[in-house]
């Protein structure tokens, strides 16, 4: 279990209270392809200017700023990238992640925080978005945000393969399976598999690129639709809800988890991923700050715990319920049988 700090002091608040300064720094670094121009290599801020988009002053401006957050060092008259930029704010290193920082996390959860008074209040203007079915009715908007999480599940999902033993199941229920990550991940490891993917229609156009691109157009199909109001395929012998529960209101949580158990086979394995925080409620925080992340545009989500989880999916008759940690400080999985 996580203990949280408790702050001492007013530049502890600040901290804080100024994060999104330096935030924002690191975007417009990403934006203008800093690292990836310093990438093994020292310049000046003249040098900088001459590669890139910006003038001396910004140049220097923003490589001071970058230095002063320790994203980029100092290295005699020139700047050069930390450790920490080199190996993952690279364009076309192994574990850049930098794309997924600029698209996902600057284009799109950036601006939805500043909802987030209102979403708090129950106060949003009907033009601001307050569910992923608003959000992804734009189809540049579900591509755009579908396509960062598609990378950044894949790997959980092979993560999943080995957590849970899927061996004797031949249909997967994927309910939010977005572009596919998580199904593609387990029909890979699971010659036997194959799925159904549940979710909005632009979301199914972009996830079936990704699926035919991975050769698995015949074993992983769309039910386009809304998981909460539209028809669920009649069984499968698994059900996944992957970042699910913290996309739905959350008053609808109970009832996808009886539903789940109403569609499974006997003996059939129910598992659910997403931000979970501590019984204790101290955290994690990056758990935590997703969570409220959520509510800016989900304004009817709920922080869970995986001991709600889990509560809910015994609730409704499920056994061996098990608590996992899947993406460490993040996400929790909890899984279970429906008794055979
Ligand atoms: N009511 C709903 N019906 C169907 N899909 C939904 C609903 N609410 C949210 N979603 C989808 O849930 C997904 C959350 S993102 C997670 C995608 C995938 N399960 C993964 O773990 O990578 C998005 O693709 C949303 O479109």
Not at 209 to 216: M, N, R, V
Not at 258 to 285: C, I, Y
Request: charged content about 20%; some cysteine; hydrophobic content about 40%.
């Amino acid at each position: 279990m996580t203990a949280a700090r408790s702050l001492e002091t007013a530049e502890e608040i600040s901290d804080i209270a100024f994060g999104f300064m330096g935030s924002k720094a690191l975007f417009s670094a990403l934006h203008v392809g800093l690292f990836s121009i310093l990438s093994d290599t020292t310049l000046t801020p003249e040098e900088v200017a001459a590669k890139s988009l910006l003038d001396l002053d910004r140049a220097t401006t923003l490589l001071t700023a970058l230095t002063s957050l320790g994203l980029v060092r100092k290295d005699g008259a020139g700047f050069t990238n930390s450790p920490a930029a080199e190996a993952f704010l690279v364009k076309g290193r192994k574990y850049d992640f930098g794309d997924y920082l600029r698209f996902q996390i600057d284009r799109q959860m950036y601006p939805f925080m500043t909802q987030l008074n209102d979403a708090l209040t129950d106060s949003l203007d009907q033009d601001q978005v307050a569910s992923y079915e608003d959000w992804f009715s734009d189809p540049e908007e579900a591509r755009l945000y579908s396509r960062s999480q598609h990378a950044g599940s894949l790997g959980p999902g092979r993560g999943l393969a080995k957590m849970v033993d899927l061996s004797t199941a031949k249909t997967l229920l994927d309910v939010g399976g977005g572009t596919g990550a998580f199904s593609i991940s387990l029909c890979k490891a699971y010659p036997q598999l194959t799925s159904t993917i549940l979710d909005f229609p632009n979301v199914a156009s972009v996830g079936e690129e990704f699926i035919a691109e991975e050769g698995l157009s015949d074993r992983i199909a769309y039910r386009p639709g809304n998981a909460l109001t539209d028809p669920w395929p009649e069984s499968a012998d698994a059900v996944l809800m992957s970042y699910l529960f913290s996309g739905v209101p959350g008053s609808a949580i109970p009832g996808l988890v009886r539903k789940a158990g109403e569609v499974l086979a006997p003996g059939g394995r129910f598992m659910v991923h997403d931000f979970m925080v501590d019984e204790n409620r101290e955290g994690p925080k990056l758990a935590a700050l997703w969570q409220l992340q959520h509510t800016a545009f989900n304004p009817e989500a709920r922080s869970i715990t995986s001991a709600y989880v889990a509560g809910l999916m015994e609730a409704a008759g499920f056994d061996q319920v098990r608590t996992e940690v899947m993406i460490p400080g993040m996400t929790m999985l909890v899984h279970g049988r429906k008794p055979a």
